[in-house]
């Protein structure tokens, strides 16, 4: 009777961090793609989906995971950017729409930018206590959403292409990392390098 009183185990939760890095990097360097003139005449309409259902939808979920697994810095960092991905495709459907007016979306898309550009400076501080591999995926952003940033304020077309540019860098970042984490996973041994913890208190070093 006790046993089948018994509560079933629960099955472990898959790491959800390469997913959200995956997702995070394709919606990224699609859109980086077309912010760096890579498109030419296209419209950046591409974007829409991946950025509702893959670095929106799928990016939320895997934060959604991580908060299941209580890993506190990816569950931020994945919900946030999957929620940042949403309203990105959002906005663009109401520009799309017609519902935003031509002379308003340089500087809402600065203002927008600029808001995660601030989320994202404490990130990759905290960053800093991953690994090398993590530093690099925010640090490549951090410069990527300031440049687009100061673009969008300032009208100027050089600044973003130069955030295009630097956000197909993040996007590659990014999927090395996924690309890592998923070989990590498979593996049960960590087979691509990610680097060393960068940000090490002196009370570890000295342990260590």
């Given at each position: 009777?006790?046993?089948?009183?018994?509560?079933?185990?629960?099955?472990a939760?898959a790491?959800?961090?390469?997913?959200?890095?995956a997702?995070f990097?394709?919606?990224?360097?699609v859109?980086?793609?077309?912010?760096?003139?890579?498109?030419?005449?296209?419209a950046?309409?591409?974007?829409?989906?991946?950025?509702?259902?893959?670095?929106?939808?799928a990016?939320?979920?895997?934060?959604?995971?991580?908060?299941?697994r209580?890993?506190?810095f990816?569950?931020?960092?994945f919900?946030?950017?999957?929620?940042?991905w949403?309203?990105?495709?959002?906005?663009?459907?109401?520009?799309?729409a017609?519902?935003v007016?031509t002379?308003?979306?340089?500087?809402?898309?600065?203002?927008?930018?600029l808001?995660?550009?601030?989320?994202?400076?404490?990130?990759?501080?905290?960053?800093?206590?991953?690994?090398?591999?993590?530093?690099?995926v925010f640090?490549t952003?951090?410069?990527?959403e300031?440049l687009?940033?100061?673009?969008?304020?300032n009208a100027?077309?050089?600044?973003?292409?130069?955030?295009?540019y630097?956000?197909?860098?993040?996007?590659?970042?990014?999927?090395?990392?996924s690309?890592?984490?998923?070989?990590?996973?498979?593996?049960?041994r960590p087979?691509?390098?990610?680097?060393r913890?960068?940000?090490?208190?002196?009370?570890?070093?000295?342990r260590?």
């Open positions: 009777m006790a046993q089948e009183m018994r509560a079933p185990a629960v099955p939760v790491d959800p961090a390469p997913l959200g890095l997702a990097a394709l919606t990224t360097f859109l980086s793609a077309h912010n760096a003139g890579l498109f030419g005449t296209v950046n309409t591409v974007v829409v989906g991946l950025a509702i259902f893959y670095g929106g939808l990016q939320f979920m895997a934060g959604m995971w991580s908060f299941r209580g890993n506190t990816t569950a931020t960092a919900t946030t950017y999957g929620a940042f949403l309203s990105l495709g959002t906005y663009i459907v109401l520009i799309i017609g519902k007016k002379e308003d979306v340089a500087t809402s898309l600065g203002w927008f930018l808001a995660f550009l601030i989320f994202n400076s404490y990130m990759l501080v905290w960053s800093s206590r991953i690994n090398t591999a993590v530093f690099g640090l952003l951090e410069v990527t300031l687009l940033a100061l673009g969008f304020f100027s077309d050089t600044l973003i292409k130069a955030g295009g630097m956000g197909l860098v993040t996007a590659f970042v990014a999927w090395y990392t690309a890592a984490d998923v070989a990590t996973a498979m593996a049960g087979i691509l390098p990610v680097g913890v960068i940000w090490v208190e002196k009370g570890a070093r000295r260590g």
